[in-house]
């Protein structure tokens, strides 16, 4: 099988995420997070390594969403029924998500205390 040009992989790469969008409820208020950050990230006078931080975390906890769907969509293509080792994997890969929202949390926390508190 050839590979497609470029552009053409690139268009089917958005075309997931736009997927994601229209699709899956925990990536549209993940994004909802996201939108809110960017807001802060202008509002408030944030350094550029704030910035970065808080734009890594947000990005990782969207890319983890979508690693999480593409699990769980994976197991249920190859186990459409009840199976208690599929609700296992599904389980812990949504286990990674939480742990980057926790983390996103902490680090949203540390970096914006000092600009509305400081």
Aim: with cysteine; charged share 15%; glycine share 6%.
């Amino acid at each position: 099988m050839r590979k497609p040009p470029a552009h053409i992989s690139f268009l089917n790469a958005f075309r997931g995420v736009f997927l994601m969008i229209k699709t899956e409820r925990n990536f549209q208020i993940e994004l909802i997070a996201f939108f809110i950050n960017l807001f802060l990230i202008f509002y408030l006078p944030l350094s550029g390594t704030d910035t970065l931080l808080i734009l890594i975390v947000s990005f990782a906890v969207l890319s983890a969403e979508i690693f999480n769907t593409a699990i769980e969509k994976i197991c249920d293509l190859i186990q459409p029924d009840f199976d208690k080792r599929i609700g296992f994997i599904k389980d812990i890969a949504a286990g990674a998500v939480v742990l980057m929202a926790i983390l996103s949390v902490i680090v949203g926390t540390l970096v914006y205390w000092k600009y509305i508190f400081g």
